[in-house]
C-alpha cells in the first residue's frame, strides 16, 4: 500500500468514526455534537465552518443561486456546458496541466449545474489546502474556455442527450416538466438540446462567468482541518475578485400546471415509467414539516409507507413507488414514481390515486405518526456522516436561510407535528384528482387524456 493510499485510509476510518460520534449525539440529545461558527472575511465574505482537526481532510461547498433557469432562450444548457468546463484549464495551466495538478495534490474539484443553482465542491488534504483554494479561484476567475476542451465537452454532452433521449426516466422527467411549465424555465431542459448546445459559444460561456458567478448570490459551507482564521484569508484570496453582484433576478414564481392529464410516450419496454404530480409546499411555508412527516408515512421510505405496502407488498405490483416533496426556488411540487410492468400500470395508478385521497379524507393513526417520527429523527444523523454531506447541509440551511442552530432544533420541528397538523396538510396537500401523469412505456388498459 503506497503512501497516499495509506492516507487516504486513515482518513476514511477517521471520518467513520467523526459520523459515530455524531450520530450518537444527534440521537442522545438536542445539542449537535460539532459548532458551526459563521466566518466573515475582511473582504465581507460569509461562510458557515464546522472545524475538525483530528483528520487531515477538508471539504467545501460553494452554491451560486440560479443556474441554468437563466440560460437564455435559444442558449439553454449554457450553465451545465459551463460546469463541465471550470475544471478543464485556468490561468496558466491548460487543460491537460489543469487536470494534472488535482490529479498530483489528489484534489477533488467538481462543478455542477441544476435549475436554481450552480455548485462547487472541492475536498483535499490539509497538506494541499492552499494549493486547492487557487485551483479552485482559477476555474472560478479565470477559466481558460479553450477549443480542445470546449469542443470535447460539448462532444461529451452531445453523447449524454443522445442517450438521454432514449432513457425512459429522462423521457418521462423532460416530459412532465414540459407540460407542466410551458414558457417557464422549468419547462425548458437543464442540459439543452443538440440544437442548442451547438449554438453555444465561448463568448456565451465567459458571459455566463460574469453574470452568474458573483458575490451577491455565493453561499458556502466548509467543512473539516481549518480555522476561522485561516479560511478568513482563503475566503479573499479565492473568491474575493468575483464580481460583487450578478444578473438581475426575474424569474416569475409559478404553479406546475397539474391538471389531471395523462399523456404516453410509447415505447417498445417491458416494464413503463410512471412519473406523477402537482402542486406542493414552499420550503418556508409553516406546514412544510407536517408534510414532510404525511409524506414519510404515504410515500417514503421503507416498507411501512402506503404507497410501498398497497403496490408492492400485498400485490408485488412493483419494486419500489415513492412520493416527495421537491419545495423548487421558483414553484413548488409534490411528486412521485413508480416503475411497473405494462399490465399493472392502470392498476398501480388507481391504487396510488385512492390512497392519496384516503390520507387526505381520514389523515393517519396515531401509530403511523410515532413511527414516522421515529424513524425520521433517529435517521437524521446519516446525513451527517462525511465532511462532504455536513458542507452540503450547511449550504442548504443559508439557502433557505434557517439559522444557524438549525442542526440542534431541526428535530423539535418533527416532534412538534400532531395528527391534526397531519390532517390539515392533507387536505390542502394532496389532490389526486390533479395528478399530471406521464407514463413511458407500453401500458395496458390505459388511455391518455388531453
Excluded at 485556468?90 to 496541466?97: K, M, N, T, V
Excluded at 465542491?121 to 476542451?149: C, H, N, Q, V, W
Aim: no cysteine; proline share 5%.
Amino acid at each position: 500500500m503506497n503512501i497516499l493510499n495509506s492516507v487516504r485510509l486513515m482518513v476514511s476510518s477517521a471520518l467513520a468514526a467523526l459520523a459515530l460520534m455524531i450520530a450518537a449525539a444527534v440521537v442522545s440529545g438536542p445539542v449537535f455534537a460539532v459548532e458551526v461558527v459563521r466566518v466573515i472575511s475582511p473582504g465581507g465574505i460569509e461562510a458557515w465552518l464546522v472545524e475538525e482537526h483530528s483528520i487531515p481532510i477538508l471539504s467545501l461547498k460553494a452554491v451560486f443561486r440560479d443556474g441554468a433557469v437563466l440560460d437564455p432562450p435559444g442558449r439553454e444548457g449554457r450553465a451545465y456546458m459551463a460546469s463541465g468546463l471550470l475544471d478543464e484549464g485556468g490561468g496558466a495551466y491548460d487543460s491537460q496541466a489543469f487536470q494534472g495538478r488535482l490529479e498530483d495534490l489528489a484534489i477533488h474539484l467538481s462543478f455542477d449545474a441544476g435549475f436554481d443553482s450552480f455548485s462547487v465542491s472541492l475536498k483535499t488534504l490539509s497538506e494541499y489546502r492552499d494549493e486547492a483554494f487557487e485551483m479552485l479561484r482559477l476555474g472560478l476567475i479565470e477559466p481558460r474556455f479553450d477549443t480542445e476542451p470546449v469542443e470535447r465537452i460539448r462532444a461529451q454532452i452531445r453523447v449524454q442527450l443522445v442517450r438521454g433521449a432514449e432513457n425512459p426516466d429522462r423521457i418521462a422527467s423532460r416530459t412532465w416538466y414540459e407540460n407542466a411549465f410551458p414558457g417557464h424555465p422549468y419547462g425548458r431542459p437543464v442540459m439543452g438540446t443538440e440544437e442548442t448546445l451547438a449554438a453555444l459559444t465561448v463568448d456565451d460561456l465567459r458571459r455566463f462567468v460574469a453574470e452568474q458567478l458573483a458575490l451577491d448570490r455565493l453561499v458556502i459551507g466548509v467543512v473539516g482541518d481549518i480555522t476561522p482564521a485561516r479560511l478568513s484569508t482563503l475566503l479573499d484570496s479565492t473568491f474575493g475578485s468575483l464580481p460583487a453582484t450578478g444578473i438581475a433576478r426575474d424569474t416569475p414564481y409559478t404553479a406546475p400546471q397539474a391538471k389531471g392529464r395523462t399523456v404516453i410516450i410509447e415505447r417498445e419496454i417491458p416494464q413503463s415509467i410512471v412519473l406523477f404530480g402537482h402542486a406542493g409546499l414552499k420550503r418556508d411555508d409553516p406546514d412544510f414539516y407536517a408534510a414532510s412527516v404525511m409524506n414519510y408515512i404515504l410515500g417514503g421510505s421503507g416498507f411501512t409507507a402506503r404507497l410501498t405496502d398497497e403496490i408492492r407488498v400485498k400485490r408485488g405490483l412493483a419494486y419500489g413507488v415513492y412520493s416527495y416533496l421537491s419545495p423548487m426556488d421558483y414553484a413548488a411540487l409534490f411528486m412521485g414514481r413508480v416503475a411497473t410492468e405494462n399490465g399493472s400500470v392502470a392498476e398501480s395508478l388507481d391504487i396510488i390515486r385512492t390512497e392519496f385521497a384516503r390520507m387526505r379524507d381520514f389523515g393517519v393513526s396515531e401509530q403511523e405518526l410515532t413511527d414516522a417520527k421515529t424513524y425520521l429523527t433517529g435517521s437524521y444523523p446519516l446525513r451527517l456522516d462525511s465532511n462532504a454531506k455536513i458542507a452540503r447541509l450547511l449550504v442548504g440551511i443559508q439557502l433557505e436561510d434557517l439559522g444557524i442552530d438549525y442542526i440542534d432544533r431541526r428535530n423539535e420541528y418533527i416532534e412538534a407535528v400532531s395528527l391534526d397538523d397531519i390532517s390539515r396538510v392533507a387536505r390542502r396537500l394532496l389532490a389526486p384528482e390533479d395528478l399530471e401523469v406521464v407514463v413511458v412505456g407500453k401500458p395496458e388498459n390505459l388511455e391518455a387524456t388531453n
